[in-house]
């Protein structure tokens, strides 16, 4: 038993050696296996230098416990003490891997294969594999064999003998001796099948490329051939047999464990495909179905095992297809379509720890990397590597890659690579994520060298790391264009043109010529503008890439940048707020609307950073009205006025597409997760009380200039339709009714003069031609239409409904609400109203009947020929039209008694009629969702093209420029128009039901 004293002594010891138990430390080292060396300063220090010195002593143990006799105890030990190679990789591996201690356990021979420190033992190559697994003659004993190699590999790693592109390296070199000793299994258990084929065993993924992981699935195509005079079909029949047991001895679990699965996915048409085919077969498939990831995967490819000669014969065959990948059409936005499906498919719960395949992963190293390798490698031979970090240095080399770029990626890739390492290495088990638990992330940060507060230092080293990659993941395709125009510190390489327009051409730009002009422009010359705008542009141009148009953005980027050039603030702007950069990126190629918003007032860039709270949040009408008030109050005239009003009307325009298009798109922080109901209120309501304070403004100043401070008459008008539903589009009319009332004393044709006189006068100047987008005053849904007066007092109101109103201007009041002028009168208008457009006792059937009918001949008469009814979002079925009358039917029926309907706008009365049970929720999601996808797909068409439309653009890229703003990425307009049809005809089911009495 241990003394006291010497106990407290060994347990302060062992707290500062690392050991997080030193109370079970202190048992083990009391161990009998331990009894000679326990007080040995060397074994203490050796233990405290490892990862994990809890586990590298416990895993001692058993293996001094695991030997066969007490010499062989002794012998360990001594060697142990004596020899500092071996302590260092033992207890190294110990303190690393728990797998690893399992399988010295079972195997207590194996750690003399620790002891050899000979030049060819620090970097074995294939062929010294191969005599390590030489004696394996069946699944079961390469198991073994192959565990003993791997606990080489494993110590020179975490020992620091070789760095983690060697290890890797050194991983693939053992896979590829583990296959060609499995097949070699394989071809002695089936001499006859051995006998009629060629079998040529292809490595691709981190396999092919020499960069394996400690446990990862190991990636093959099968080529085969017959022998000579063999029947080609029963050949490739025996090809299929071979490779087929050579998976499962590679692949099955036994008490030993799996080795490692090999996965023959990628081969042609996956594993839907044959496993083996004839080199003709492969490239004929290449040649006509294979696609873009496709070409991607074979940069790796290698062969590795069974016919070498044949296997060479494929690479040769299969690599002038690899380097044509380039120029096929959608091709960078396939790879990066591909990229993105790879985040998206990411549990939520794992994104955050997702080492490989989350954002700022290795996994876009690797994309960023191999995609400039299949852009710039058809003409430069010296990018065809299949090894990460070896095709990046040839990019730096070329000057494809700036140099302090490759060097801070390379230093992420290999940090993250190491961390990779190390967390598979724990368990031998296949995964990317970082563990949670602190004991594992302490384990983790030690093996990584990191002493000091450990896992605090991981995750910070980490998150660094992980924001590199990120930054550079984006930079790194755009940065060398911008080497090829501008003026560079002399001996940087420079891209050459012909490469920077081949470049432009694969990220989408129609005009690359007119591109490298905007770059020159843009980015030459040594003054601070052009050395901010080669730090901006780079990210810029992927941005702009991402769109449906991207030689729109960079025009109009370079016009926005001219106009505002000698501007401080502009360029410091999108360099120091974050967001501000890539929303002017999206704002500038999602269309034309918003970009010639911005032309005409460029200082509302500055509506685009991110402080403030959100400066893109609209502004409600509290806000704006006492603004436009207050520019009409000091214009001195009624032109000058409207001038000023649209001044004001141009900025939040601007504000409100902005927000909206970021919104859909969203940014790199922010992904598109927005509610699009939520967007289609932003919009309608924003426009609206937009609208609404510039007739208010309008009106103050055509009163101010004919009478005054007083008009003769109280004088208010009320908004209809998407006015008055708080629902206008950016290219909606205003639909309204005037209505005004003489004041006490007032003469009544003088009033009627004044009011006409008003509207008249608001008409005109909102009618003066400009550049913005128009702002046109429709009073067509008055009493009697184009041939009634423009103007009523509310007596003639009150008048005409009484004795004349039809059943279709009853439904038309549903949306009226007062915009502008006088409140009071307004408040007393729709009092008037209310009990036509909310009949006591609901509407009787001659009504419901003159409903229906005038629905049907507005479908038959308004929809414009040669036009596709089923893809027209106002008049088609399932369309605005369908989802606003079916909701006006219902509240016309059933407002008076149920308050919830009253209200002027669509989704608040459908969320009504829902909640009161006059509608299934099925049926309500369905109309609601149409009405929303209509609303956005006019909204989608005005900002794209600049002026309102209610079908899809015929234009390809206008088409896909819609398509981006509704969530859809590249080459998927066609599913876009699918998704359209689809709800519009669920909608147009339920319309027929609810509407049209089924």
Aim: with cysteine; glycine share 8%; charged share 25%.
């Amino acid at each position: 038993m241990t003394a006291p004293g010497r106990r407290s002594s060994t347990f302060t010891r062992l707290l500062r050696h690392g050991f997080t138990d030193p109370s079970a430390a202190e048992r083990l080292l009391d161990s009998v296996e331990l009894a000679a060396v326990r007080d040995d300063p060397v074994l203490l220090d050796a233990l405290g230098a490892t990862a994990d010195p809890d586990l590298a002593l416990h895993g001692l143990v058993r293996l001094l416990e695991a030997q066969p006799s007490p010499t062989a105890r002794r012998e360990l030990l001594d060697t142990l003490i004596a020899a500092k190679p071996l302590r260092d990789r033992l207890l190294g591996v110990l303190g690393a891997s728990a797998a690893l201690a399992d399988h010295l356990a079972r195997h207590a021979g194996d750690w003399h294969a620790l002891v050899m420190y000979e030049p060819r033992d620090l970097h074995p190559g294939v062929e010294e594999f191969e005599r390590g697994l030489g004696d394996a003659a069946d699944p079961v004993s390469l198991r073994v064999a192959y565990r003993r190699c791997l606990l080489s590999i494993a110590a020179r790693d975490v020992c620091g003998t070789t760095d983690v592109a060697q290890a890797a390296a050194e991983l693939a070199d053992l896979a590829t001796a583990t296959l060609r000793a499995a097949l070699a299994i394989a071809r002695a258990a089936a001499p006859d099948d051995a006998a009629l084929c060629r079998l040529a065993v292809i490595a691709m993924g981190k396999c092919g490329g020499h960069e394996l992981n400690y446990v990862s699935d190991v990636d093959v195509v099968f080529v085969g051939e017959a022998v000579d005079g063999a029947d080609e079909g029963k050949a490739l029949r025996a090809a299929t047999r071979l490779a087929s047991h050579m998976m499962r001895i590679c692949s099955e679990t036994t008490v030993e464990g799996t080795i490692w699965p090999v996965d023959a996915n990628l081969r042609p048409e996956g594993r839907n495909g044959p496993l083996v085919r004839t080199l003709a077969s492969h490239l004929a498939y290449y040649q006509r179905w294979a696609k873009t990831w496709e070409f991607q995967a074979l940069l790796k490819a290698r062969p590795v095992a069974g016919d070498l000669e044949l296997g060479e014969e494929y690479v040769a065959a299969v690599e002038p297809l690899v380097w044509k990948a380039a120029e096929r059409e959608n091709f960078v936005a396939d790879v990066q379509k591909m990229r993105r499906r790879v985040v998206e498919n990411i549990p939520a719960a794992e994104v955050e720890r997702e080492l490989k395949l989350g954002p700022g992963g290795l996994r876009d190293v690797e994309f960023a990397v191999q995609l400039l390798q299949l852009v710039h490698g058809r003409t430069d031979a010296t990018l065809r590597s299949g090894t990460t970090l070896s095709a990046l240095e040839a990019l730096a080399a070329g000057g494809y890659v700036g140099r302090a770029d490759a060097a801070q990626l390379e230093e992420a890739y290999r940090f993250l690579r190491s961390m990779e390492h190390r967390i598979q290495l724990y368990r031998l088990r296949r995964t990317h994520l970082v563990p949670e638990a602190e004991e594992d992330q302490r384990r983790l940060g030690r093996s990584l060298g990191l002493r000091t507060e450990p896992v605090s230092a991981l995750n910070r080293e980490w998150k660094r790391h992980a924001a590199v990659v990120r930054r550079l993941h984006e930079k790194l395709f755009y940065r060398p264009l911008l080497d090829a125009v501008a003026q560079l510190a002399p001996g940087e390489a420079r891209l050459s043109a012909e490469a920077a327009r081949e470049r432009l051409v694969a990220l989408g730009y129609a005009d690359p010529a007119a591109a490298l002009r905007h770059l020159e422009a843009l980015a030459s010359g040594v003054t601070r503008k052009a050395a901010i705008q080669r730090t901006l542009l780079p990210v810029l141009l992927g941005w702009f890439a991402d769109s449906a148009d991207p030689d729109a953005g960079l025009l109009n980027f370079r016009k926005v940048s001219d106009a505002l050039g000698k501007t401080p603030w502009y360029l410091r702007l999108l360099r120091d707020e974050g967001a501000a950069a890539q929303n002017l990126a999206r704002v500038l190629s999602a269309g034309r609307l918003a970009p010639d918003l911005l032309m005409r007032a460029p200082e509302a860039v500055a509506l685009l950073g991110d402080g403030d709270g959100g400066r893109l949040a609209p502004r409600e009408r509290a806000q704006l009205e006492p603004e436009i008030l207050a520019a009409v109050g000091r214009a001195s005239d009624g032109e000058q006025a409207v001038t000023a009003v649209r001044g004001v009307r141009r900025r939040e325009l601007f504000r409100t597409a902005a927000a909206d298009i970021v919104g859909s798109y969203g940014t790199e922080a922010q992904p598109a997760e927005a509610d699009q109901g939520a967007l289609v209120d932003l919009v309608g309501g924003a426009v609206s009380d937009l609208t609404a304070a510039t007739l208010a403004g309008t009106l103050r100043a055509v009163v101010r200039d004919g009478w005054g401070d007083t008009l003769p008459t109280r004088f208010a008008v009320i908004g209809m339709g998407r006015f008055g539903g708080h629902e206008l589009g950016y290219g909606s009319d205003a639909d309204v009714l005037f209505v005004h009332e003489p004041r006490e004393g007032a003469d009544e044709g003088e009033a009627a003069k004044a009011a006409n006189r008003v509207v008249s006068e608001m008409r005109r100047l909102l009618q003066i031609p400009s550049a913005d987008p128009p702002l046109l005053i429709d009073a067509d849904l008055r009493p009697e239409g184009k041939s009634g007066p423009l103007v009523r007092t509310l007596g003639s109101y009150e008048a005409y409904y009484r004795r004349w109103s039809l059943v279709w201007e009853s439904q038309a009041l549903l949306r009226a609400e007062p915009v502008a002028g006088d409140a009071d009168l307004g408040r007393r208008f729709l009092e008037l109203i209310d009990p036509l457009r909310y009949p006591a006792g609901g509407l009787g059937e001659d009504a419901v009947r003159e409903i229906r009918r005038l629905k049907a001949r507005m479908e038959s008469e308004r929809l414009p020929r040669g036009v596709d009814p089923k893809l027209h979002a106002k008049l088609g079925p399932g369309g605005l039209s369908d989802v606003e009358w079916t909701v006006q039917l219902i509240q016309m029926r059933h407002g008076a008694e149920v308050p919830g309907l009253r209200t002027t706008r669509t989704r608040q009365a459908l969320a009504a009629a829902r909640e009161a049970g006059l509608l299934g929720d099925a049926d309500a999601a369905v109309l609601d969702e149409a009405w929303v996808l209509a609303t956005r797909v006019r909204n989608a068409v005005m900002l794209v093209r600049g002026r309102a439309g209610d079908t899809f653009p015929s234009d390809v890229r206008e088409l896909a420029a819609v398509g981006r703003y509704l969530g859809y990425g590249p080459g998927r307009a066609g599913d876009m128009l699918d998704a359209y049809r689809r709800t519009a005809r669920l909608a147009r089911g339920v319309v027929e039901e609810l509407f049209y009495g089924g």
